[in-house]
């Protein structure tokens, strides 16, 4: 008689739960006990109580949640019993501190991944392959279109078009979430070409970035650069006759007169087309993400570039962390769901099991749970691409 399973995780409204050991793995409503994969806004959420999540993640969380709550940080595969659970954490190479959650109970393992890529970064840890019973796996881009580039293919063609807009006298705006992608990107730059400025968002990312230890190029936030030479221009203006004119007015008159020509600004998408663009003079502007494969999307943001640069999971990755988990309950959520769950149902990756597994398991069964990470407020640094 086969011993039923022991129960992990369930979905309930306030996200995945684990009833046996009380806890919940990001969960989308205030909670006592909270796990957290990685300090995207979507994903670490104010409220809680207490939070677990990996060591290499501290300074973004700290910055994204309220001091009043506790922390506990845990080493990449440290385990740690809660409710007679034992839980560990293991790189799920998303972004800094991105962590698979693994839940183990009397010889049952139940993983989480949160949002994961399989493409190495520099800013953060490699994904883990971590063997388990059940996969809880997003599908952001669950499709078999999108297959991701190497990253040095990308930044080759990204430090292109900055180096050639530079020629033409133009500013390049390069748009990328604030926490994870804009790292990325400016792990990649070629300071050489010119001077690299970051948004004021961005900017505090790198700084929690450098905190952990992480090397980027030398940036400047435009904030400071304005900063820095406002007084040197207002002394020149109060000589002028223009000194009568109101502050605000000379502020837009001062930051006219720096000249952004040859630089790079990495900034939030939210930015473009707005008044704060003004002041870059003549700019070329790219966007920096996994949709930019799809065609129309980069007419769409009304952008100049598109660079598919993801840090979720492409559709070959998917296929090959579930072989990998050697998992035969797959729990699909956020993005594909449908697509994912019916290819695996319906014996995608039957020949691949068989000839990659070293037991007779090989039989897959999978399905749809909630997009629970699709339900947070529109923030710089939701990072959905």
Not at 215 to 222: D, S
Not at 303 to 310: A, E, I, T, W
Request: net charge negative; charged share 25%.
């Amino acid at each position: 008689m086969t011993r039923p399973r022991p129960k992990l995780l369930e979905t309930t409204p306030a996200g995945l739960h684990c009833p046996i050991g009380g806890f919940y793995v990001d969960p989308v409503r205030p909670v006592d006990r909270a796990v957290i994969t990685h300090g995207h806004s979507d994903h670490a959420r104010w409220g809680c109580r207490h939070y677990l999540s990996a060591r290499p993640g501290e300074p973004i969380l700290r910055m994204r949640l309220s001091n009043e709550a506790e922390f506990e940080f845990l080493e990449y595969g440290e385990p740690r019993t809660i409710g007679g659970i034992q839980v560990s954490l293991h790189p799920a190479g998303h972004m800094l501190g991105s962590a698979q959650v693994r839940l183990e109970y009397q010889g049952e393992v139940a993983v989480v991944t949160g949002d994961y890529k399989l493409q190495s970064d520099a800013t953060c840890a490699d994904f883990e392959p971590v063997r388990c019973h059940t996969l809880v796996t997003e599908s952001t881009f669950g499709l078999p279109i999108y297959q991701w580039r190497e990253d040095v293919e990308i930044f080759a063609d990204i430090n292109d078009w900055w180096r050639t807009s530079a020629a033409e006298g133009k500013c390049c705006l390069l748009y990328g979430y604030a926490v994870g992608k804009s790292q990325r990107l400016l792990s990649g730059l070629d300071p050489s070409i010119g001077p690299i400025y970051t948004h004021g968002a961005v900017e505090k990312g790198v700084q929690a970035y450098r905190q952990s230890g992480v090397e980027l190029p030398e940036t400047m936030a435009v904030t400071r650069r304005i900063e820095m030479t406002g007084q040197s221009s207002e002394t020149k203006l109060d000589s002028d006759e223009s000194a009568e004119k109101s502050p605000k007015k000379r502020s837009r008159k001062r930051t006219a007169k720096l000249d952004w020509a040859g630089s790079i600004v990495v900034a939030v998408p939210s930015a473009h087309g707005t008044p704060w663009m003004r002041k870059f003079g003549a700019v070329s502007t790219a966007m920096a993400s996994g949709w930019m494969a799809v065609r129309g999307a980069r007419r769409r943001r009304a952008v100049d570039r598109g660079f598919v640069l993801s840090d979720h999971v492409d559709w070959s990755g998917l296929m090959n962390a579930i072989v990998w988990s050697e998992a035969d309950d797959i729990w699909v959520t956020h993005g594909s769901t449908a697509v994912v769950s019916r290819f695996l149902n319906e014996g995608g990756l039957t020949e691949r099991l068989i000839a990659e597994r070293e037991t007779d398991r090989h039989t897959i069964r999978a399905c749809e749970i909630p997009s629970y990470w699709e339900t947070a407020t529109a923030d710089s640094d939701v990072d959905d691409d």
